[in-house]
């Protein structure tokens, strides 16, 4: 008997003696963030120092990609491990829609809980939330976050330009009144609402187009909302907020003595961009460069708060954008002024940016940090995707993948620390206007589509024709030089392997 209980005592301790010994994870998911944002990447006229540490004590790629140069694809797809294309009602989604990622598949989140991680989202949401519509929020919304497989969440529903402005912590509206309840829609104003439109003399950020829905805190927002005014939140106050939200659950995992696994997708540098008071006029790019050195400072505060909780050395930490850039996208912040002023490049040497076909959509900062696994200060140049997140996690969890159950997500976690520069095999994009591309031994192959060669509104280049495009990016990383005519072998094979994949399900 006492053997027994001995015998069991020690097989506990070594349990938790592993889970204590296995790496946190935490995902740092910046919001329009390009590949030429931050100064290791070699952007001028702005300085990221903290985010710079990162990649000069780990690893920084120059070839990772997001899937989609939009932010619910990209979103759908790192906690899904599928493109978000194969998935109908995954593109850019209102701030009241439902949630689009099924409940009863694996996920990112799901795989870390399963090896005994406790896991959280902070920060912007944008998947969806809820299965009615329209959505009651003046109570508990489910399914979201928990059912994906986050056990904490404290998130705003879409991103701060859409109704409903507010926080919700655990699919709850923080602060909400009962006898103010909210009503969201995304179709008329309601009575009495004050819209941009209305009353542009309220504005503190003028609108330049689209954005002259609902109006809060100055600033006039898609969509349109009716009560809740206790539980709106003002756009200075979110950056802090998060970072404190982030650190609780760090200091509550460590309470429970379980490692964690933290998405913390900050809001910056999404429009509206408002940072805090303190960091207003103090980059030479207008609010846009304003929001990148919050977003940098952000990065600093959970990093020294993981080295003064000892956790610093045994963290895998991965900072990364969901799509390219954009400079004016609905707000006359002054950012597009101020780049061309400079001569300054958002998407580095790349064309397009945010819902652009080009790699400018979707080629964006990738860096690794694991003590002692990741070599310090190396770059790679493989090929990498964010949906492989997933299954090169499960495999360095030790956690199989069901067998039975569909997902786009390989195995390429060698990779991903710098121990091989295994190319990952082939790629597949998704540009807003769903015209796929897919990138293979340096090709890059974009199928016809009609629109307009610069996006109206934004002023990015669409990489929109009506004819194939066939580009070398190991030769024309800018995708000057449309190939297709000369190499129409490689045209059929890379558009038969994109309708193979698409097939695939």
Not at 401 to 409: C, G, I, Q
Not at 422 to 442: F, H, S, T, W
Not at 464 to 476: A, C, H, P, R
Request: charged share 20%; hydrophobic share 35%.
């Amino acid at each position: 008997m006492k053997k027994s209980i001995l015998l069991s005592f020690f097989c506990v301790a070594m349990l938790l003696l592993h889970a204590q010994q296995r790496p946190n994870v935490l995902i740092l998911y910046a919001d329009d963030l390009g590949y030429g944002d931050l100064s290791c990447y070699g952007a001028q006229h702005i300085s990221t120092p903290r985010i710079d540490w990162l990649a000069e004590n780990g690893l920084r790629f120059t070839n990772a990609h997001c899937t989609g140069s939009t932010c619910t694809p990209s979103r759908f797809s790192i906690l899904s491990g599928r493109y978000a294309w194969r998935k109908k009602g995954t593109n850019i989604l209102p701030g009241n829609a439902n949630l689009t990622i099924p409940t009863d598949i694996t996920t990112l989140p799901k795989v870390f809980q399963h090896a005994g991680y406790t896991t959280a989202v902070v920060g912007k949401w944008h998947l969806g939330l809820g299965d009615t519509f329209p959505i009651d929020w003046n109570k508990e919304v489910t399914p979201g976050p928990k059912e994906v497989g986050f056990d904490y969440s404290f998130i705003f529903p879409a991103t701060a330009d859409r109704t409903p402005t507010v926080f919700m912590e655990n699919g709850t509206i923080l602060g909400l009144d009962s006898l103010d309840p909210i009503q969201v829609n995304y179709k008329h104003a309601y009575p009495g609402e004050l819209t941009g439109k209305n009353h542009p003399e309220m504005l503190k950020i003028k609108s330049s187009q689209g954005h002259d829905g609902h109006i809060v805190n100055g600033i006039g927002r898609i969509g349109f909302m009716e009560g809740g005014k206790r539980a709106e939140w003002t756009d200075e106050e979110l950056g802090y907020t998060f970072n404190t939200k982030a650190i609780d659950f760090i200091d509550q995992s460590l309470q429970e003595k379980k490692p964690f696994f933290l998405y913390y997708a900050i809001h910056n540098i999404h429009v509206p961009r408002m940072p805090g008071t303190a960091f207003k006029g103090k980059s030479q790019l207008g609010y846009r460069g304003d929001a990148i050195l919050e977003m940098n400072h952000s990065v600093g505060v959970i990093l020294d708060a993981l080295k003064d909780r000892g956790l610093l050395e045994n963290t895998i930490i991965i900072f990364s954008s969901d799509n390219g850039p954009v400079l004016d996208d609905g707000y006359f912040d002054n950012s597009a002024e101020t780049a061309a002023k400079l001569g300054y490049k958002p998407a580095g040497i790349y064309r397009g940016g945010k819902y652009s076909a080009l790699e400018g959509g979707t080629r964006i900062p990738f860096i690794v940090y694991w003590p002692k696994h990741v070599k310090p200060n190396t770059v790679s140049n493989a090929l990498f995707t964010q949906v492989d997140l997933m299954a090169s996690f499960a495999k360095m969890l030790h956690e199989k993948l069901p067998l039975n159950e569909f997902t786009d997500s390989r195995d390429y976690f060698t990779t991903m620390i710098g121990k091989s520069d295994r190319d990952r095999n082939y790629i597949i994009e998704q540009p807003e206007n769903m015209a796929l591309c897919i990138v293979k031994d340096g090709w890059k192959y974009l199928t016809p589509a009609n629109g307009p060669a610069i996006l109206p509104g934004v002023n990015i280049e669409s990489g929109i024709s009506q004819e194939d495009q066939l580009y070398n990016l190991k030769n024309d990383p800018r995708e000057l030089h449309n190939l297709a005519r000369a190499y129409p072998q490689k045209v059929a094979e890379l558009k038969k392997l994109l309708e193979k994949t698409k097939a695939e399900m």
